[in-house]
């Protein structure tokens, strides 16, 4: 199997930044398309960013756009998610994933197209 550590979770204030990362173990690391979703409590968990596995063409959820940046090192085996300008509603626990269908298609932010999972960071924004 496949995987998946994050690091890289913390706190910070609001407007600060954060840089996740996801590495991985085992396989064939860049035949994956890589996701962040988040989680946060009471709530259903949610698509954040994607990289694909080809061409690294990436597709990002509207309320981060402009703020987070995903990005791949296939000979490192790792996916990096900068996030900028943090807000309140950022709080959540951070899952990266790996999809194993979308090789040479664009990356999409649907859960059930992830087969492997990581356990978790903690991203708490607070002011």
């Known amino acids: 199997h496949l995987q998946l550590v994050e690091s890289g979770g913390g706190l910070v204030q609001p407007g600060g930044s954060l840089r996740l990362s996801c590495a991985a173990s085992?396989?064939?690391?860049?035949?994956?398309?890589i996701g962040w979703f988040r989680q946060a409590p009471g709530k259903e968990r949610e698509g954040v960013s994607c990289i694909s596995s080809s061409d690294g063409s990436t597709h990002s959820a509207d309320s981060v756009k402009g703020r987070f940046t995903i990005s791949r090192d296939n000979a490192k085996d790792t996916v990096l998610l900068q996030m900028n300008n943090l807000k309140a509603e950022d709080t959540a626990v951070y899952y990266c994933?790996?999809?194993?269908?979308?090789?040479?298609?664009?990356?999409?932010?649907?859960?059930?197209?992830?087969?492997?999972w990581g356990q978790g960071a903690q991203v708490t924004v607070f002011s």
């Open positions: 994933a790996a999809d194993s269908s979308s090789l040479y298609k664009p990356c999409v932010l649907e859960k059930p197209l992830y087969d492997y």
């Open positions: 085992r396989f064939t690391f860049d035949y994956y398309a």
